[in-house]
């Protein structure tokens, strides 16, 4: 992790993703439609809409988890049709989920050490022995995971199998195992969602130092409008599947769509 | 006493084969939630293939070139190679067309697959009882039998000795290393491993490969003891109710059911006719002889009466639904 400058959004930043005119739906249900936009490298770019807006569902998309109907997706200079979730993986997109989905049997450590799975190449007959390499491999592979829970304050949880741990530890310790990939790409669903005060005041350090450090490009969905007020460089704005908005979080705020699909202004 | 203990040492050997095919069926279960009805089979597929390779039989044609036989060191090494390959197959026609599929219908693909795999061998190498040969030894160990008079045979030593080392390096490889990792990450939340790059299809030919291999060192046992022939593939009957004492999951509980269920059923054979016949005296008379078939179904029973108060299993977690 070699400490990057943190190049905000200007305009003139190189764009590490874009979708264009992407539409998925489900059977019936139309969750996103016809929506473009796009990341710039080093920003923090927030998505926000109300309760079934798609903004999962589009980050879904970027990781290939959903296949879209229509339009294309653009990452770091390539136009696909669809991402595939080891593509993704292997390309440097990393995420976590709204419902927490950590390996609940595993430790704390093991959870992190899995971001490390596209690393490490120890051949399986080594592996099987457990010796020689595959160790070596596994220690140094140890200590880059090391540095990541001292940097999430984790210390006191590294053996603790995490389904046993509080749900706002849980979520730090899989921004935790996403950070273990060392991602170009970071997309966090609602990293803030279920926390107290304390909880989300330390998460929203641990993004910012993210991107500060580290000049990793992170995607966040949240609810709490002071947290993107505070966080995201740049704001779009879903609602009912379709983009109602796109700006710095001032613009956003002000704009006339928004304010009334938050209060829940009857779609025509 | 002797005698219980030697019942019980025997039921012991013959329970670390039933943990063996277990442990194939809850390799395979924990990472794809698969039910592979075709483990016994597969067993019976992997031994005749080295009985083949042993006796350089010509695939397909059932006739034997003597001049084509592999000494032991390299049939089984190939015979573990056949295997892989079968693991492959698996995946790319079977499995990678059924992901997310229903249950029931990965079940009856399995179900196929088993009458695949007896087809497939019948035809690669014959359908006659095969002597399968390794030069393992045969007959009572003499020195137990001369200092603590205890007859245990010499095969069933080397096929627990075998069973456990398998057991041993599997277990620290699924604990240890990245790939047994990877193994419990896509067995704990499929999508969580796929973001971090885990690749399903390379853990499933995994498993499935490590699966053949216990499937062979379980078919290699059984057929030096009683040849191979079709009957070896019901010694996957046998698993099923060590599963169930176990838990689908858990690799100790595959051992330790299929202990429970080989020593038990033994020892119910040999002793619970005269036990029950001894509590019924002088109310009506029993033929202690009557309780001597206990064994084609005690375990059954014991899996039943598990089903009834422990649904997970031993070692299994608890289930619940997630509404
Ligand atoms: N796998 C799926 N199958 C069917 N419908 C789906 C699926 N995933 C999402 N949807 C539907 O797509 C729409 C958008 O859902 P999505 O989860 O993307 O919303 P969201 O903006 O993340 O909402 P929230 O703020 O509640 O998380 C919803 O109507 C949802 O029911
Ligand atoms: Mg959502």
Not at chain 2, 260 to 271: A, D, M
Request: hydrophobic share 50%; net charge negative; charged share 20%.
């Amino acid at each position: 992790m070699n400490a990057a400058p943190n190049k905000k959004a200007n305009g003139k930043a190189e764009t590490l993703l874009s979708v264009e005119a992407v539409s998925l739906s489900f059977g019936g249900v139309k969750a996103i439609r016809d929506v473009s936009f796009d990341i710039k490298k080093g920003e923090i770019r927030a998505i926000i809409g109300p309760n079934g807006a798609g903004k999962t569902s589009m980050l879904n998309v970027i990781n290939g988890f959903y296949h879209p109907q229509e339009g294309t997706i653009t990452y770091k200079g390539k136009t696909r049709n669809q991402m595939r979730p080891h593509v993704a993986a292997s390309q440097g997109i990393a995420r976590t989920f709204q419902n927490v989905a950590l390996f609940k049997g595993m430790t704390t450590l093991d959870n992190i050490m899995s971001g490390r799975a596209l690393r490490m190449k120890c051949n399986i007959f080594w592996q099987m022995l457990y010796y020689g390499p595959a160790k070596k491999e596994e220690l140094e592979h140890r200590e880059f995971v090391e540095k990541i829970i001292d940097f999430l304050e984790i210390q006191h949880i590294r053996r603790i199998p995490v389904g046993k741990l509080p749900y706002g530890l849980q979520k730090r310790v899989e921004l935790g195992r996403a950070l273990a990939m060392e991602p170009d790409l970071l997309l966090l669903d609602e990293p803030m969602a279920g926390m107290n005060l304390e909880e989300k005041e330390d998460m929203c350090r641990f993004v910012v130092d993210v991107s500060e450090q580290y000049g990793t490009t992170i995607a966040l969905i949240e609810h709490d409008m002071g947290v993107v007020m505070d966080l995201a460089d740049r704001v779009v704005v879903l609602d009912y599947g379709r983009k109602i908005a796109d700006g710095t979080p001032k613009q956003v705020q002000n704009n006339q769509d928004v304010i009334d699909a938050y209060l829940g202004v009857s779609h025509d | 006493m002797l005698f219980v203990l030697e019942t019980v040492i025997s039921g012991a050997l013959a329970g670390i084969m039933y943990s063996l095919v277990a442990l194939g069926f809850v390799l395979i279960f924990k990472a794809s939630g698969v039910f592979n009805f075709s483990q016994g089979v597969m067993a019976l597929f992997a031994a005749l293939t080295l009985v083949g390779l042993l006796s350089g039989t010509i695939p397909f044609t059932n006739t034997d070139n003597p001049a084509l036989a592999l000494p032991v060191w390299a049939a089984i090494p190939l015979t573990i190679f056949v295997m892989f390959i079968v693991a492959v197959l698996i995946e790319k026609f079977i499995l990678r067309h059924l992901v997310n599929q229903e249950h029931i219908i990965l079940f009856m693909a399995m179900v196929g697959l088993t009458y695949v795999f007896e087809g497939v061998g019948d035809m690669m190498w014959g359908s006659d009882v095969k002597v399968l040969d390794l030069g393992l030894p045969q007959g009572a160990w003499d020195w137990l039998f001369d200092t603590h008079d205890l007859y245990v045979e010499k095969i069933e030593m080397v096929a627990a000795a075998t069973a456990a080392v398998l057991v041993t390096v599997l277990a620290v490889f699924f604990q240890k290393t990245r790939i047994g990792r990877a193994l419990r990450a896509v067995a704990d939340d499929h999508q969580a491993a796929l973001s971090v790059g885990i690749s399903l299809r390379n853990i499933w030919i995994i498993v499935w490969s490590a699966a053949g291999i216990v499937a062979l060192a379980a078919g290699v046992m059984w057929g030096a003891k009683s040849g191979v022939q079709f009957s070896l593939s019901l010694i996957a009957l046998k698993a099923l109710p060590v599963l169930i004492l176990g838990g689908f999951t858990s690799i100790p509980g595959a051992i330790v059911g299929g202990l429970i269920i080989g020593i038990g059923e033994k020892l119910v054979e040999v002793f619970s006719g005269e036990l029950i016949a001894a509590a019924f005296a002088g109310l009506i008379e029993i033929d202690p002889g009557v309780f001597s078939a206990t064994e084609n179904w005690f375990a059954y029973v014991l899996a039943l009466f598990f089903l009834m108060f422990r649904p997970q299993g031993l070692f299994g977690e608890k289930i619940i639904e997630r509404v």
